[in-house]
């Protein structure tokens, strides 16, 4: 009887606790807010990505600064980050690195620039321009926003979404909808890494 009550016990833990995450973003959507006013960049969103979210989660976050809320949100890759050292949980945990060829995640605040072609997804990308020190050679590294077949549209969690070079890829019927958006955009669009 002990045991079942302690197995019993063990998977509303494990269940309730399967990697679920309710952050407070409230800082950092005012924070990107006050940035996006300052700089000229789009004030109707932003996109947060928070890469400490299991990877088979939803993680990439399309805020709306006038609803006050997340409009819509999928999963996104992260960075293998063995190049210069022995990852064993790079699936598990993005780490990050500005160093080129380490293929790397890099946190930080980026420009989502120009649309171009990707031999990747859909065949689009945009260039991300790093705004900070954590990400100042994401253009030298070609870090960019695309999309890759083998990410799903959905959450796989426990199953984890593959592993990028550093780019933040998504699904390609997401990369469609970020796509719309963006070439609607007259003003760049905000796309901000946190762990």
């Not at 009550?5 to 494990?14: A, E, G, R």
Request: glycine fraction near 4%; proline fraction near 3%.
């Amino acid at each position: 009887m002990k045991h079942t009550v302690l197995l019993l016990f063990l998977l509303v833990i494990c269940c309730n606790n399967s990697n679920k995450v309710n952050k407070n973003y409230s800082d950092y959507h005012l924070n990107a807010k006050k940035y996006c006013q300052v700089n000229g960049f789009n004030e109707r969103y932003y996109f947060l990505l928070d890469l400490s979210i299991h990877s088979g989660k939803n993680r990439f976050f399309i805020y709306d600064f006038k609803k006050g809320a997340i409009v819509d949100q999928n999963l996104v890759t992260h960075g293998s980050c063995n190049v210069f050292e022995t990852n064993p949980t790079n699936y598990a945990t993005a780490k990050f690195d500005v160093k080129t060829n380490s293929h790397c995640s890099m946190k930080g605040k980026y420009r989502v620039g120009k649309r171009d072609y990707s031999s990747w997804g859909i065949n689009v990308k945009y260039w991300l321009e790093g705004l900070e020190e954590t990400n100042k050679s994401a253009v030298d590294r070609v870090v960019v926003l695309h999309s890759w077949e083998e990410v799903a549209d959905k959450e796989i969690f426990p199953d984890y979404s593959p592993l990028s070079w550093g780019c933040p890829a998504v699904s390609d019927a997401f990369m469609r909808k970020l796509d719309v958006k963006l070439k609607a955009s007259d003003k760049p669009v905000l796309l901000w890494i946190i762990e």
